[in-house]
């Protein structure tokens, strides 16, 4: 117990911080296991409650938490959190050890930990309670400027200042109504505007700390003591973003952006922020071009959308120049993955056995089933498998051949599908290769032909006659010979090319055509599962047909979600292959029109077709 009650003792007095945390924490463990094996079990685990309320996440909108996380999964498959410290059994007795080393320790550092504890476990309650602790985050916030001053910028003490302020910001906040609480609030905001308003911006901090406290403020606008207070954030910021243009252009960027927002809280000009961004990106675009960077691209673009923002005309139809000449300058780049020789071998392997012991109709069942593409839930073990990476933390976005921004992910649960996605078009690459190889195969070995290929169909449900009413008059169409186009002419181009290896083939009509048809097929199984396949517009008396990926969305449960899913990312997933899109709306050009994406068309095609429709009885 000496040993523990003069370390205690020892931190009380001394400077010790949140720099000496990793330090603070080891020591407390390794004492108690020192004392645990003394036999000294009361105070063994006193220094592991110590240990444990020090080391455990603190934050005001989530909690006590663990430092360190990760998930298992119980018998049953259902994963569950665990981590450590695990403080979530604490009762009576742990809360008033701690709540007496609060009361007793002069550590600002220490009683901020033990205090932020017991606030969020609920034991700290009255007004006066939380003015005390919301105090003692203000002085401990005071005193890392203080370090921060004396030591620099390498002790990263504007950080740590930064955060504590801000949670003894937000503490006092949540009981301003209250006469104490509120004086103290006052005086808070008041150091956070002069902090703001003097900082001296050649520091290497000043990105940090202005724009910290000005997105404080814009969040809590109305915390501020007067409209001068914003105004005077706001004149720091001007010059905050022009000192940081000088060396950091992304920083003076963000700084702009926090300091727009409050000027719209503040109800003063916003343009000036707006068009301040959009000269910086103008810069950053030029430097990257100089640099033969693409992404020379995308900052021209959101320039251009700042000034069509701001109804600049005269920028943004220069701007609109300028970005048609760079995307067609830059040649964006597609990730390819080299299969290894082992895999290559298997692969080949596969498709010989297939060819060779398979006749027409097993061939083109095996191409219903692709087994060669992996499943979704191997997909999504794979893409689990690579988060937690600090790429993981960013803003995602797709861009087309063009440079366009076609699609963004901002949120968490966007970065999942994006990683998702992303995995699956690694994993697809090598599914399709071994997908073209096989039916090139059976087409060599004359197994996978237009003919073999039309027995198979005339035998599904799509060689049955469709009656289409129009006007109120029926008529009797074939779904078959609608396909059967596109299919052919397909076929004519594979024989010559097997005809003369040095024929280049032309897949541009039969890819057009196929693509097209898949849409309708869907759009037929929607009509056969009595599923309407229009919609109505909102506000209009409007009434539309439904798009793809409606008709999609609207087949969830009735088509395999395999199917479905390999459809959707080939099909219209702007981060797959979107071939609907590109076709329809003539973004294809003659070189992207390989055999790869008719042969995935006609895989839809029969996997569509190898679907049987029954009557329910009810």
């Known amino acids: 117990m000496q040993d523990l009650q003069n370390y205690l003792n020892y931190l009380d007095t001394a400077s010790e911080d949140v720099k000496d945390h990793h330090a603070i924490t080891s020591r407390l463990g390794e004492m108690a296991v020192q004392l645990t094996g003394a036999g000294d079990l009361e105070n063994a685990r006193l220094a592991r409650i110590e240990q444990e309320v020090v080391a455990a996440s603190k934050q ?28 979530s059994g604490y009762g009576a007795a742990e809360y008033a050890y701690v709540q007496q080393r609060y009361r007793a320790s002069p550590n600002l550092y220490l009683k901020s930990e033990y205090g932020l504890f017991l606030y969020l476990r609920k034991q700290l309650r009255t007004n006066e309670e939380v003015r005390d602790l919301a105090a003692t ?3 401990l916030g005071s005193s890392y400027i203080d370090k921060h001053r004396v030591a620099g910028e390498r002790a990263h003490y504007a950080l740590h200042a930064i955060e504590v302020l801000r949670k003894a910001f937000q503490l006092a906040n949540t009981r301003k109504n209250d006469a104490g609480v509120a004086e103290l609030l006052r005086a808070i905001v008041d150091y956070l505007v002069d902090l703001h308003t003097s900082w001296p911006l050649e520091s290497r901090s000043t990105l940090l700390v202005l724009a910290s406290i ?10 501020l003591n007067s409209p001068a207070q914003a105004d005077a954030l706001l004149e720091q910021d001007w010059h905050g973003v022009h000192q940081l243009a000088q060396t950091y252009r992304h920083g003076a960027i963000e700084l702009a952006a926090e300091a727009a927002e409050l000027a719209v809280k503040a109800r003063r000009e916003r343009e000036r922020w707006l068009t301040f961004q959009a000269q ?7 430097e990257a071009e100089a640099q033969h960077n693409m992404t020379a691209v995308t900052f021209t673009e959101r320039a251009l959308r700042i000034y069509r923002q701001v109804k600049d005309q005269p920028n943004s139809q220069r701007l609109e120049q300028e970005y048609q000449r760079l995307r067609t300058r830059f040649a964006l780049t597609q990730t390819r993955t080299q299969m290894p020789d082992e895999a290559t071998r298997a692969l080949m392997e596969y498709i010989d056995e297939v060819v060779r012991t398979k006749d027409a109709e097993g061939i083109l069942t095996e191409l219903c089933l692709t087994p060669m593409f992996h499943s979704l839930d191997k997909v999504s073990e ?7 990476s600090f790429m993981d933390m960013l803003p995602k976005s797709l861009e087309d051949k063009h440079g366009n921004t076609v699609q963004t992910f901002y949120t968490e649960e966007e970065k999942e599908q994006f990683q998702f996605l992303n995995t699956y078009s690694l994993l697809a690459q090598l599914s399709t290769q071994t997908l073209v190889k096989l039916m090139l195969e059976a087409f060599k070995a004359g197994k996978l032909t237009d003919t073999a290929i039309e027995a198979f169909l005339q035998r599904s449900w799509l060689g049955e006659p469709r009656m289409v009413e129009s006007s109120g008059q029926q008529t009797q169409t074939s779904p078959l010979r609608l396909i059967m186009s596109g299919i052919r ?6 024989e010559a090319w097997r005809q003369d290896p040095d024929y280049e083939p032309d897949f541009i009509a039969s890819t057009d055509s196929l693509t097209l048809k898949v849409e309708y097929l869907l759009r037929y199984i929607c ?3 009595n599923m309407p396949t229009f919609k109505m517009r909102e506000g209009s008396e409007v009434t539309m047909e439904k798009l793809l990926d409606e008709l999609l969305a609207d087949l969830k449960g009735k088509l395999e979600e395999e199917d479905r899913f390999f459809i959707k990312f080939f099909l219209s997933e702007k981060a797959g292959y979107n071939l609907r899109n590109r076709v329809a709306h003539g973004l294809m050009d003659d070189d992207e029109y390989g055999v790869e994406n008719v042969f995935l068309v006609l895989t839809m095609i029969l996997k569509l077709a190898s679907y049987e429709f029954r009557a329910v009885v009810v």
């Open 60 to 87: 005001l909108d989530k909690g006590v938490g663990y430092q360190i996380s990760g998930t298992r999964k119980d018998e049953q498959g259902v994963e569950h959190e665990f981590g450590w410290p695990d403080t």
């Open 137 to 139: 985050l203000f002085r």
């Open 214 to 223: 000005t997105r404080l403020f814009t969040e809590y606008y109305r915390s």
């Open 280 to 286: 910086q990106l103008e810069a950053l675009a030029q």
């Open 382 to 388: 794979a893409a689990q498998a690579q988060r937690d």
């Open 489 to 494: 002419l397909l076929f004519q181009e594979l």
């Open 527 to 529: 009509v056969r599962l």
